[in-house]
Nanobody
Framework: QVQLVESGGGLVQPGGSLRLSCAAS????????MGWFRQAPGKQREMVAI???????YYADSVKGRFTISRDNTKNTVYLQMTSLKPEDTAVYYC??????????????WGQGTQVTVSS
């Protein structure tokens, strides 16, 4: 059993910053890609940023230059540093991970989501 637990969401004014964290725990051998997705009301879930096990990063065009994804493999944790936040960044942010379990099976897991609201 593997769990992803997010933290760090909240209410922030436009132009502000937030840092999201997502810690994976459980029967983990290793983690391949880790990423952040978001879903705004009435919209489909979309990719925000992905980081591979080797540190290669990918970003949605809408967040390039404002968001930074990073990971700490010793803690099985992925971070999303968000700056210059805009009202259109308001959404529930979900952590995602491709996990190799202790039994050497690969599964994709989602966190429960954390709300980010950008408003004055």
């Amino acid at each position: 059993q593997v769990q992803l637990v997010e933290s760090g969401g909240g209410l922030v004014q436009p132009g502000g910053s937030l840092r999201l964290s997502c810690a994976a725990s459980g029967s983990i051998s290793s983690i391949k890609n880790m990423g952040w997705f978001r879903q705004a009301p009435g919209k489909q879930r979309e990719m925000v940023a992905i980081i591979t096990s080797h540190g290669t990063t990918y970003y949605a065009d809408s967040v390039k230059g404002r968001f930074t994804i990073s990971r700490d493999n010793t803690k099985n944790t992925v971070y999303l540093q968000m700056t210059s936040l805009k009202p259109e960044d308001t959404a529930v942010y979900y952590c995602n991970a491709d996990v190799i379990t202790a039994s050497l099976n690969q599964f994709n897991y989602w966190g429960q989501g954390t709300q980010v609201t950008v408003s004055s």
